[in-house]
């Protein structure tokens, strides 16, 4: 008796072990991906990519849904929005450290702004001021790059 329940318990431990080993692998094999260990905040990038123009694109995609320059106090901070932003900050994350020198504080700016602005818990008030922080740095990427 006492070894039947020895036995059962141990065939139980290999089948648990036998199911969570190629479950762990993938958990594993995930976490070493090149996006995750290269600091790729994007898709469908080449790291060939001039760093200005992913840059640059990724602010004009965004200003496509931001209201027009002064009309800050009326964006409507929906969804869309907030993607696009944290797309423009993926893109900033990756790319601008390629940018030239003289852009870094308008790139840390940029990362700045928009890791509150693409986030829905921060306050209407903060966003807002935030939104203005974020057009002044972008300006200041978009005449760096021209």
Do not use: N
């Not at 320059?69 to 390629?98: C, K, M, N, S, W």
């Amino acid at each position: 008796m006492f070894k039947d329940a020895v036995f059962k318990d141990a065939v139980r431990r290999v089948a648990a072990t036998a199911l969570l080993v190629p479950l762990l692998s993938i958990v594993a094999a995930c976490q070493h991906t090149p996006a995750a260990s290269a600091g790729r905040y994007s898709t469908g990038g080449d790291p060939t990519d001039d760093p200005c123009a992913r840059v640059v694109s990724a602010i004009g995609y965004a200003d496509l849904l931001l209201k027009p320059r002064g009309q800050e106090d009326d964006q409507y901070f929906e969804d869309a929005v907030l993607g696009r932003l944290a797309e423009a900050r993926g893109i900033t994350l990756q790319y601008g450290p390629a940018l030239p020198d003289s852009l870094a504080p308008a790139v840390r700016d940029v990362e700045t702004a928009t890791a509150g602005l693409s986030r829905a818990d921060v306050p209407r008030p903060r966003k807002v001021t935030l939104l203005k922080q974020y057009r002044a740095a972008a300006d200041r990427i978009k005449t760096g790059c021209a």
